[in-house]
């Protein structure tokens, strides 16, 4: 069973565009992270949010969990081709504290 | 800095055959993990170790079993394998005692099965 929907599955934009990527559940989540992955290679973490409505900046990336804890936005500023990849969010529920819940993903590509 | 290491990285079998993936990871965690990886389903727990000496199910177990050697080592086997194992398969460990903390992943074993 998938809680965690990731959207849009697939985006492709030209370099210095903003972008948003969505992660979406039914459910209640304790903390929500969010990895990158490049191919080739397994995922690799971004930042962890904790507390409903709490938002989390790294760089050009700006990370909110929902005041709800049920969804989680990732937004990044002006792209560049280095942020090609698979985003994935993943998260933690209270009857689960020791595994993870994976998103769909959403895989972007970024054009010179 | 090693972190997770997966062998093979590469591997192609025939239908019922088996074989056993191998997982170590040097970052003394406790916990470790079996995933596979399919196109549009993002990242699916197979098993799961949460420490030395204990394994439980994750989401996807059916045909799969896993060893956890020691506190490095979780190895992920497939007794006889079928088309619909074809996948990449990741390893991943984590310290989960402490909250929110990550799970560090290898590079992944791909897996075709004919």
């Known amino acids: 069973t998938q809680l965690l929907e990731q959207s849009p599955q697939f985006l492709s934009i030209q370099e210095g565009e903003n972008l948003t990527v969505y992660c979406n559940s039914s459910s209640v989540f304790s903390s929500l992270q969010w990895y990158r992955q490049e191919p080739g290679e397994g995922p690799v973490l971004l930042v962890t949010v904790v507390t409903g409505g709490e938002v989390k900046k790294l760089k050009r990336l700006t990370f909110q969990f929902g005041d709800a804890r049920k969804d989680s936005s990732l937004h990044i500023t002006a792209a560049q081709p280095g942020d090609t990849g698979l985003y994935l969010c993943?998260?933690?529920?209270?009857?689960?504290?020791?595994?993870?819940?994976f998103g769909t993903g959403t895989r972007l590509q970024v054009f010179p | 800095n090693a972190g997770v290491t997966q062998t093979p990285k590469f591997q192609v079998l025939k239908t019922g055959q088996s074989m056993t993936l191998q997982c170590a990871q040097d970052m003394n965690h406790n916990s470790m993990y079996w995933y596979r990886q399919d196109p549009g389903m993002g990242l699916r727990l197979i098993y799961y170790?949460?420490?030395?000496?204990?394994?439980d199910k994750g989401e996807v177990p059916n045909g799969y079993n896993v060893s956890r050697l020691n506190k490095r080592e979780f190895s992920l086997r497939l007794e006889s394998a079928a088309p619909s194992q074809t996948s990449v398969y990741f390893c991943a460990s984590s310290d989960f005692q402490i909250p929110n903390q990550p799970q560090h992943f290898g590079d992944g074993t791909r897996l075709s099965i004919l």
């Open positions: 993943a998260g933690t529920t209270s009857y689960n504290t020791d595994k993870l819940i």
């Open positions: 170790s949460a420490s030395e000496g204990t394994t």
